[in-house]
């Protein structure tokens, strides 16, 4: 299995430009997150999608963030504008369940935003 | 929200030593889990821990799911310099939709 497949893995874009992380989770997995990692707040989560339904968003920082999920193996977390305080390490992970097996992480898309 | 409280924040190791760290929250957890994360790398698993009391060994670390249900322990014995990175606690319960919730994380260093 390749395990959890996120592109790109460096991202270095201008302010107020829209940018798109992908995410390929573990065939099989139903469930999918979105986390942030800074060194200030450490591991957030963003979005969790089960079954490819987003159940619970209360982490997506503002309205400029937004994700999708329009089939089991295939999601996209989008800021549009972006900021410099977005820049931070994107993680995608999957699990099958609610994750008493623990999640699979991706490798990170490491966001720049200058 | 509910929150774990992982110490140390860091920590250095000589190579040979043995290294410990814990996690605790004010509530009941039915599953504790421990990752690395190395640098430029997503945390991968190490140990899943499903009952209090459960002393679980992944080579030279060793973990514990506490009796109160409201802690784990990591313990790596004779470190080597590759067990640098961030170790992170998870706990499970049913208040959060079964969803995983993390620790800050201990980073360990190599002492200088």
């Known amino acids: 299995d390749a395990g959890v497949i996120q592109s790109p893995r460096h991202e270095v874009t201008e302010m107020g430009q829209e940018v798109t992380l992908r995410c390929k989770p573990i065939?099989?997995?139903?469930?999918l997150f979105w986390y942030r990692q800074t060194m200030m707040r450490g591991l957030e989560l963003l979005i969790y999608f089960n079954n490819n339904v987003p159940i619970d968003d209360s982490g997506m920082p503002e309205d400029r963030f937004s994700a999708k999920m329009p089939n089991a193996s295939f999601s996209t977390l989008k800021i549009q504008p972006s900021e410099p305080r977005d820049s931070a390490v994107y993680f995608c992970?999957?699990?099958?369940?609610?994750?008493?097996?623990?999640?699979?992480f991706g490798s990170g898309t490491r966001l720049t935003v200058v | 929200g509910q929150q774990l409280n992982q110490s140390p924040q860091s920590m250095f190791i000589q190579e040979g030593e043995d290294v410990s760290m814990n996690c605790t929250s004010s509530?009941?957890?039915?599953?504790w889990l421990w990752y690395k994360q190395d640098p430029g790398e997503g945390p991968v698993l190490l140990i899943a821990l499903y009952k209090a009391g459960e002393l679980t060994s992944n080579g030279r670390l060793t973990a514990q799911f506490g009796i109160t249900r409201k802690d784990s322990f990591l313990n790596i014995s004779a470190s080597i310099p590759s067990d640098v990175g961030i170790y992170f606690c998870a706990g499970q319960f049913g208040g959060s939709q079964g969803n995983l919730i993390f620790g800050k994380g201990t980073k360990l260093s190599v002492k200088p």
């Open positions: 509530s009941i957890f039915n599953t």
């Open positions: 992970a999957s699990s099958l369940g609610r994750g008493a097996y623990g999640y699979t």
């Open positions: 065939s099989g997995h139903n469930s």
